[in-house]
């Protein structure tokens, strides 16, 4: 079963601007499925703001052991910028998610800890805005039970939210059935007290 059965992801693309010292901070928080993702996502954001000094960024993909991070200080002093962005990143506790902070120098230079606090700050008011929503694992299962099993069967795939995707009536009857990755357990003991052990399901994909 996938380790995260539940994930905290960005609901919605969001943009937020502050201001320090007269630079202007743009910061767009992106739901993201890969690391190709995030990088087209980055091309489309430089081509949008073409006029704009710097284009920091920082991403999370995956989560729990299967985490990939990636940042850039994109031009600014060497961690400044990317580092403390994926540490604001890293605390939020979501996943899937790019977020490019682009700055318009407004002619004051702010220092090495400037621009540190500078960009923690923009990824900080990004995070907050953003809406958070929970993207849910979810398990195919492969059934094959005899006829006089199936109305039970389907009782107990009622019970536990399962979507009947494919069903075949042959010899014998055969679904596939999409089910929350929490509940799958409890299905599977389910189904093989039903049977006395002769059904046993068989996980056909996992998905998050």
């Known amino acids: 079963m996938s380790e995260m059965i ?10 937020v601007e502050t201001v320090v010292v007269n630079s202007r901070f743009v910061t767009t928080v992106i739901p993201v499925s890969s690391v190709d993702d995030a990088k087209a996502e980055l091309r489309a ?3 949008q703001m ?11 993909i995956g989560h ?7 940042m850039s200080d994109d031009g600014e002093p060497s961690g400044t910028s990317g580092p403390p962005v994926l540490a604001v990143l890293r605390g939020s506790g979501l996943g899937d998610i790019l977020i490019v902070v682009t700055r318009y120098f407004g002619g004051t230079k702010l220092g090495t800890g400037g621009l540190v606090r500078a960009y923690s700050e923009a990824a900080r008011a990004g995070l907050e805005a953003v809406p958070v929503r929970l993207k849910i694992a979810r398990t195919l299962l492969g059934i094959e039970l005899p006829y006089p099993l199936f109305e039970q069967a389907k009782r107990i795939i009622d019970a536990h939210e399962g979507v009947i995707e494919d069903q075949q009536f ?4 055969t679904l596939m059935v ?13 189904l093989t007290e039903l049977s006395a052990g002769r059904v046993t399901p068989v996980v056909l994909e996992e998905t998050t």
């Open 6 to 15: 539940e994930r905290r992801v960005p609901g919605a693309r969001t943009n």
């Open 45 to 47: 954001i430089r081509l």
């Open 50 to 60: 073409p006029d704009a000094n710097h284009h920091v960024y920082a991403y999370r």
């Open 64 to 70: 729990a052991n299967s985490v990939i991070d990636g």
């Open 170 to 173: 042959t010899e014998i009857v």
């Open 178 to 190: 999409r089910f929350k990755s929490s509940l799958t357990p409890n299905v599977c003991a389910a």
